[in-house]
C-alpha cells in the first residue's frame, strides 16, 4: 500500500497497526484485513475500470445502508479514489464465506443445515418491504440486459450477442419485484456460527427480480436433490423453474 493511501485510510479508522491480505481474494478485488486502534476494517480495492465501477455502486449502497438494521451487510466507514485505482472501507466481519463453509463441513447433515439456513436468510431478505432507498423507475430485467449489451460492444463479457438476443425475446413472465442482493451465489455469504448471517458483495443491490438471487444461490449444488430440497426448507415463497434457473443463471449471469 503506497503511503497516501495508508495515509488517507488513517484519516478515517486511525493509526493502522497491523496489515494483512487475505487467504480468500476477490476474482474482481484485493482484500486486506486493517486493525487500528478503533477495530478491524477490511480494505477491498480494484484497479479495472468496469471492476472500479462495481466498487462505487457496493460504496454507494454501504453507504445507503448504514444504521438500517433492516439488512445485514458490513458497515460502510469510507470510500478511496486514486487515480491508480479505489478502495472501500468497511466493517471487517468475523465469518467464512458459505462456499468455504460448505468445504468445511464434516457431513452432509451439517452442509444441509448451512444450505436451509441461507435458504431461510434470503427468503427474509425478499420479505423485506422494498425500501425508499432502493426504489427507482426502470424495470430491472430491462436495465440488465441494456448493462449486458453495453459489457458485450465494449468486449468486457463472455456472454454472446446470440445469447443476448436470446434472452431479449424470452424473458420470463413478471414477478413481484423485491429488494435483491444482485449477485447472490454462496460466496457473497457469510456464515457465522453455522448459520447465514450476513451479505458481502452488494454492488447489486436494489430492487429486483428475486428469481436472479434465487438461481445464483442454488446454482453450486442445483444437481443435488437433497441439497435443493434443504435450500426449500428455508426458502418457501417461490421455486424457480427450470426455464426460469436457466434463463437467469445460464442466461443472464453469463454477461456479469
Ligand atoms: N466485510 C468483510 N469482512 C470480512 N471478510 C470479507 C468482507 N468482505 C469481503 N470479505 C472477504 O473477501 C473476499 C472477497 O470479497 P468480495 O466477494 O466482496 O470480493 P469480489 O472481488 O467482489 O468478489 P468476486 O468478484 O469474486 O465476487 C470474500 O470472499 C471474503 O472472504
Ligand atoms: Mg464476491
Given at each position: 500500500?503506497?503511503?497516501?493511501?495508508?495515509k488517507?485510510?488513517?484519516?478515517?479508522?486511525?493509526?493502522?497497526?497491523?496489515?494483512?491480505?487475505?487467504?480468500?481474494?476477490?476474482?474482481?478485488?484485493?482484500?486486506?484485513?486493517?486493525?487500528t486502534?478503533?477495530?478491524?476494517?477490511?480494505?477491498?480495492?480494484?484497479?479495472?475500470?468496469?471492476?472500479?465501477?462495481?466498487?462505487?455502486?457496493?460504496?454507494?449502497?454501504?453507504?445507503?445502508?448504514?444504521?438500517?438494521?433492516?439488512?445485514?451487510?458490513?458497515?460502510?466507514?469510507?470510500?478511496?479514489?486514486?487515480?491508480?485505482g479505489?478502495?472501500?472501507?468497511?466493517?471487517?466481519?468475523?465469518?467464512?464465506?458459505?462456499?468455504s463453509?460448505?468445504?468445511?463441513?464434516?457431513?452432509?447433515?451439517?452442509?444441509?443445515?448451512?444450505?436451509?439456513?441461507?435458504?431461510?436468510?434470503?427468503?427474509?431478505?425478499?420479505?423485506?418491504?422494498?425500501i425508499?432507498?432502493?426504489?427507482?423507475?426502470?424495470?430491472?430485467?430491462?436495465?440488465?440486459?441494456?448493462?449486458?449489451?453495453?459489457?458485450?460492444?465494449h468486449?468486457?463479457?463472455?456472454?454472446?450477442?446470440?445469447?443476448?438476443?436470446?434472452?431479449?425475446?424470452?424473458?420470463?413472465?413478471?414477478?413481484?419485484?423485491?429488494?435483491?442482493?444482485?449477485?447472490?451465489?454462496?460466496?457473497?455469504?457469510?456464515?457465522?456460527?453455522?448459520?447465514?448471517?450476513?451479505?458481502?458483495?452488494?454492488?447489486?443491490m436494489?430492487?429486483?427480480?428475486?428469481?436472479?438471487?434465487?438461481?445464483?444461490?442454488?446454482?453450486?449444488?442445483?444437481?443435488?436433490?437433497?441439497?435443493?430440497?434443504?435450500?426449500?426448507?428455508?426458502?418457501?415463497?417461490?421455486?424457480?423453474?427450470?426455464?426460469?434457473f436457466?434463463?437467469?443463471?445460464?442466461?443472464?449471469?453469463?454477461?456479469?
Amino acid at each position: 500500500m503506497n503511503t497516501q493511501l495508508i495515509k488517507k485510510v488513517e484519516e478515517i479508522i486511525g493509526v493502522t497497526k497491523t496489515i494483512i491480505m487475505l487467504d480468500e481474494q476477490g476474482c474482481t478485488s484485493e482484500v486486506q484485513k486493517i486493525i487500528t486502534d478503533n477495530g478491524c476494517y477490511l480494505l477491498k480495492s480494484s484497479f479495472e475500470k468496469r471492476y472500479i465501477e462495481w466498487l462505487k455502486d457496493e460504496a454507494l449502497v454501504l453507504k445507503k445502508l448504514n444504521n438500517k438494521k433492516q439488512i445485514p451487510v458490513p458497515e460502510f466507514y469510507g470510500f478511496i479514489e486514486e487515480k491508480r485505482g479505489s478502495h472501500l472501507i468497511m466493517s471487517f466481519e468475523d465469518g467464512i464465506t458459505l462456499t468455504s463453509a460448505l468445504e468445511q463441513a464434516k457431513s452432509t447433515t451439517e452442509k444441509k443445515s448451512l444450505i436451509r439456513s441461507f435458504g431461510h436468510f434470503l427468503q427474509q431478505f425478499h420479505e423485506i418491504d422494498p425500501i425508499d432507498s432502493f426504489t427507482h423507475n426502470i424495470d430491472w430485467l430491462d436495465h440488465q440486459l441494456v448493462k449486458a449489451e453495453s459489457y458485450l460492444e465494449h468486449g468486457q463479457t463472455k456472454g454472446s450477442l446470440q445469447l443476448l438476443e436470446k434472452l431479449k425475446l424470452n424473458k420470463p413472465l413478471p414477478v413481484e419485484q423485491t429488494v435483491i442482493h444482485g449477485d447472490c451465489t454462496t460466496e457473497n455469504v457469510l456464515v457465522i456460527n453455522g448459520e447465514v448471517r450476513l451479505f458481502i458483495d452488494v454492488a447489486g443491490m436494489t430492487i429486483g427480480d428475486p428469481r436472479y438471487d434465487e438461481s445464483l444461490a442454488i446454482r453450486s449444488f442445483v444437481n443435488n436433490e437433497e441439497y435443493r430440497r434443504a435450500f426449500y426448507d428455508g426458502y418457501k415463497r417461490y421455486k424457480v423453474s427450470k426455464e426460469e434457473f436457466q434463463y437467469f443463471d445460464q442466461g443472464l449471469y453469463e454477461f456479469f
